[in-house]
């Protein structure tokens, strides 16, 4: 048997999930709904919706965050958008795949067309998806070049929706080959920190459910999708999906996901983590530091290393370590209403950002976070150093209760004020019933 088999056979399986990772499935359900209700309300994404809406009105499913609803495709595209567009979702670490953008996104559409679903079933697709998407970027040997939150993340979401919606098992097959056959997304986005990259969530969301859509109405695709001559790990990236498949059953992905604490991508909480950790028990006065350098591993320099400049756009601020750390130290935190041309041109935090470094070590590894060093110069002469080998979120390094409130309750803020209160006081019931 293929190994794309036994991952066909996994995500088909009936599986009863232990109470721990039930409840992180839930905890991560919550994360995800708390940091898509705040990207629902950004700028960016109201200006998507504009034309989101373009494609057709409808009572299929709700927009997250927002009092609407749209045909489920396009409710999925706007719910992937918004749960990204913040760079606040959280992530397998190892596999450098947010695996619960895609396909929470995905399920909300999907639950909500089928009239509600069952909470057990709901959170099982969801654990099952994300094992998928994750398990693929385990299965990764080399660089990104495509999106892999993407690329991953459509094969994860769209056998997730077919396990919700209860498809036979044997159309399986034809729900991965034809949501591979949908896939798209590079990295191209993230080099030039363009809006696209959540345009390539939303985009995967929307395929996927699609691509179960089109299996239901009869059609059929590819059945060697991951590892045939033209398959994933033959286009998208080499891989060894043996990494993955071997280990099936053993333990479940999510439970390796973690959630980021700060509206901004991935690799710049290690050193943000460290700072606030820092200023939280007053070891580090922000008013001593005059400047900070860090050496990091290859993928850290190439997704958060740019320069900063007084004319970036918000989604270059939320991918650039030389702005988001004078912000941290100003303010205790990163909010993303401070993502702005004014903030941009304020004197102290470019002069703080010019002498903000990062460098590349010596690790190996292009897909390694860690280990960082930090290292912060004071005004009295005086060094701050600290070597960084687990981000701050991630199961290993988990947030404390004082982080972990400062998110809910900033994302709060952040959300529409008619937003459904069931998102942070009840999102499972969110999640599964649509009234």
Known sequence: MSATMDILDFAAADHVLP?????????????????GA??????????????????????????????EHLPAPSAAWFNGFAIHCLEWDAVHEPAV???????????????????????????????????????????????????????????????????????PKEKYADVMGLAYSQAAGTMQAHVE??????????????AAVTAVDLVSAGMNGPHDALEGPFGYFELFEPGELARYSDNLGS???????????????????????????????????????????????????????????ADMSASYARLCLPFLVPLMLRDGKIDPRCFTATEFRDDDLAKLGQKTIVQIDGNLDHNALAPQKLDIELSDGGQISRLITDNL???????????????????RSLANDDCDPRIFNNPLNYATESK
Do not use: C
């Not at 409840?23 to 708390?34: E, Q, R, S, V, Y």
């Open 19 to 35: 109470r721990p990772t039930q409840a992180i499935a839930l905890n991560l359900l919550a994360d995800t709904l708390a940091s």
């Open 38 to 67: 705040a990207g629902a309300a950004s700028d960016e994404a109201q200006m998507m919706l504009q034309a989101v809406r373009g494609w057709g009105q409808g009572s299929g499913a709700r927009l997250l965050g927002l009092n």
């Open 97 to 167: 795949v947010h695996a619960l953008s895609v396909v929470t996104a995905s399920l909300l559409a999907a639950s909500d067309r089928q009239g509600d679903s069952d909470p057990d079933a709901f959170l099982n697709a969801l654990t099952v998806g994300v094992d998928v998407a994750s398990g693929l970027g385990v299965a990764a040997t080399g660089a990104m070049q495509f999106f892999r939150p993407a690329t991953a993340g459509i094969i994860g979401a769209a056998l997730a929706v077919a396990k919700l919606e209860n498809l």
């Open 193 to 206: 920190a363009s809006i696209a990259l959540p345009l390539q969530i939303a985009n995967a969301a929307r």
């Open 251 to 309: 333990k479940w992905l999510i439970e390796e996901v973690s959630i980021k604490p700060f509206p901004s991508g991935r690799a710049s909480h290690g050193i943000l983590g460290s700072i606030d950790n820092m200023l939280r028990d007053g070891s580090l006065v922000p008013s001593m530091v005059i400047s900070v350098e860090v050496a990091a591993p290859p993928l850290i320099h190439r997704l958060v290393g740019r320069p900063y400049k």
């Open 393 to 411: 979120g991630s199961p290993t390094a988990p947030m404390s209760e004082a982080q972990t409130r400062s998110k809910r309750d900033l994302s």
